[in-house]
């Protein structure tokens, strides 16, 4: 049994289908590349898959669960974490508030023994405190954790969104253009990132326009052209796919 699987998974908006009865497999274990064109329906995908939408039809089950019809809010609590393509940053929270926040939304603390000042309650706070410090020196992000997130450079905000995501222990990390507007330095930090990711038992599912990025992380690639899938293979196999170039060359994005 794949980790993710899409079955037929269609989402028109009106007239136009965004993905069209796509059928895509996850396995445990893999870093995955989704590629396409501007518009090819990726970020469509993972808002099905994440919730945010419901799907015009089809089905996307995860561990033997199908998640139609689910919130997203389920569906984080069953291991399924996300990024956005616009990182969304809280203004007036610190790096560090950033992580607790997303921890805290992911399994709610009882405000009884918060408000009573129990040891207990210290004891959680003392861990959540704990395990937010490790993943921002995971991310790099330790020296700006008492930084307001607002004040951060863009590809640091992202970097921070993926923090985040981890903060949930995700079984599976779906991540949406990660790498737009990093600068170099930042995007090797997040290849080593994702890297870690999977080496820590997650799976992931990188969206990126990012080749060189794509290309050396992912063990398998996906690519989208109209919401339909065109190829998928290695890395090797989708770069010399006729198809891809095709798609690429019509648009003049290239895939290389
Ligand atoms: N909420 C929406 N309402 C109407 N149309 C939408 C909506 N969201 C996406 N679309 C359309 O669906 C298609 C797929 O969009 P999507 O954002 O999934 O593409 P993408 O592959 O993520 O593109 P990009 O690489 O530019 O981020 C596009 O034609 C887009 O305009
Ligand atoms: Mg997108």
């Known amino acids: ?66 998640l139609v019809g689910r919130p997203p809010h389920a569906i984080a609590r069953m291991g399924i974490a996300r990024t ?62 008492d930084q307001p997130g607002e004040i951060l450079p863009h590809g640091l905000k992202r970097l921070l969104e993926v923090g985040r995501a981890l903060a949930l222990a995700p079984v599976l990390v779906l991540l949406d253009e990660p790498a737009a507007g990093m600068i170099e330095r930042e995007v090797l930090l997040l290849m080593r990132l994702i890297q870690k990711i999977r080496s820590q038992g997650a799976t992931v599912l990188l969206v990126e326009h990012n080749m060189p990025l794509v290309m050396s992380v992912a063990d398998r690639v996906t690519v989208l052209d109209f919401g339909r899938k065109i190829a998928e293979g290695s890395p090797e196999e989708v770069q010399r796919d006729p198809a891809v170039l095709e798609a690429y060359l019509g648009r003049g994005d290239g895939p290389a």
């Open 1 to 66: 049994m794949s980790l993710l699987e899409a079955a037929a998974l269609s989402k028109h908006f009106g007239g136009l289908a965004a993905v069209d009865r796509l059928d895509l497999r996850v396995e445990a274990g893999e870093i995955r590349g989704l590629i396409g064109p501007n518009g090819s329906g990726k970020t469509t995908f993972l808002n099905l898959v994440s919730g945010v939408l419901p799907p015009s039809s089809g089905r996307v089950v995860f561990r033997g669960q199908c």
């Open 84 to 145: 956005y393509q616009v990182p969304r940053i809280f203004r007036g929270l610190t790096v560090l508030e950033h992580v607790l926040v997303a921890r805290a939304t992911y399994q709610p603390l009882s405000l009884v023994p918060i408000l009573l000042g129990t040891r207990g309650a210290r004891q959680e706070e003392a861990r959540l405190r704990a395990e937010a410090e490790e993943i921002l020196q995971l991310v790099r992000l330790w020296d700006a954790r």
